[in-house]
């Protein structure tokens, strides 16, 4: 591990996949290895980043245990928590690095330049997100499914992962609440720390769903060709 501001990478890979039906999203094959492999290669593969801690459930540990000796040899794996939150802390107290880079495991195409930009921005400002600008317009629904108003979209930005901390900050933005949180952004946020936005892609996606496995494949397979 490098001496000098090194970064780790904490991939979250503890979820149920409710919206599966009934398969690991993480396990499904995706243009020919596991969903999960392609982000574990993205950060092992990174220059930028010196280890590599993925954050399992023990329904899929010993899966995923094998994947990360297949792909990232000197990658560890710990074991998660019953939230998001509490999956990225057992991340944390492994980690040695300065810096550390949190993702979900169910963004497969994940890019070099996004983990790049995400490392930079937390360097500059000890904490920065991928995320990307609003581009339809947003309308606050009431629960009868009635329009209520229209929301401006102006300065509206769609969060994604990676998300880059000084490792110190982050360990400390999750020491200060027990909130209900869904990305570690939002627990900085609460420390009133500056947070730096840069660009993600839509092809960043988040794989929830069989038909967002469909269009990973189809945007890898394009992106190959």
């Not at 149920?16 to 290669?41: F, V, Y």
């Amino acid at each position: 591990m490098s001496n000098e501001a090194g970064a780790a990478a904490i991939i979250v890979a503890a979820g149920s996949s409710e919206r599966m039906g009934g398969i690991d999203k993480l396990l499904t094959p995706l243009s020919g290895r596991p969903l999960i492999a392609h982000s574990i290669a993205a950060f092992a593969g990174h220059p930028g980043i010196d280890e590599v801690v993925v954050v399992v459930s023990e329904a899929n540990r010993a899966e995923i245990e094998a994947i990360v000796r297949e792909v990232a040899p000197e990658g560890r794996v710990a074991l998660g928590g019953a939230r998001r939150r509490d999956s990225v802390l057992a991340g944390l107290e492994v980690v040695e690095s300065e810096y550390v880079l949190v993702h979900d495991a169910a963004r497969p195409l994940v890019s070099a330049e996004m983990i790049a930009a995400t490392l930079a921005g937390a360097r500059q400002t000890g904490a920065a997100l991928c995320a990307v600008p609003v581009s339809d317009t947003v309308k606050r629904v009431q629960e009868d499914g009635i329009v209520r108003s229209t929301v401006a979209r102006e300065g509206l930005w769609l969060a994604q992962t990676p998300q880059g901390f000084r490792t110190e900050l982050l360990r400390r933005a999750h020491a200060a609440t027990d909130i209900e949180a869904t990305d570690d952004a939002a627990l900085v946020e609460l420390l009133g720390e500056p947070l730096r936005v840069v660009m993600g892609s839509a092809r960043n996606l988040k794989v929830t769903t069989r038909e967002d496995l469909s269009l990973a494949a189809a945007l890898l397979a394009a992106g190959e060709s």
